[in-house]
């Protein structure tokens, strides 16, 4: 998979020590290498890191398959149920606003976020698969 600039969170640490063993398997040296050209400044990860001998800061590549918006996931719901189901979703993806970018695909929902809605569905009574309107493969930033 290949990784570009804008897939990168804003006040990502990018790294550039050539001289770290781990260089080839960390996602903040890979992204420091999507650097464009005209970039002048960025946060940056210093040489102390290897002081220790292990980078406290190494991020391991890896992908994960986010769910890209679940505006369907509400056309089988009662209409009772509907409004509960959305304010505590709501409340765990820390608001309306958040909410809505969630919804309407413009964040995308980790692995573990796609698990804590469908079992909220469950508790609810519905236990079919719960199906998110995409998914997408990305590179893991954060342990969320």
Known sequence: MKLTYQQIPYG?????????ARKDECLRYRAGLTIP???DTANAVTPTVLKGGTCPLFR????????VGFEHIFHDVKARHAPYLRSKITDYLGGNG???RYLHGERALTPEQQEWICDLFREYGYNENIVFDAYEERFRFYDD
């Open 37 to 39: 050209d005209d970039c």
């Open 60 to 67: 391991k590549m890896e992908t994960i398959r986010v769910a």
């Open 98 to 100: 958040t909410y809505y």
């Open 12 to 20: 990502w640490a990018f790294c550039f020590l050539n001289q770290c």
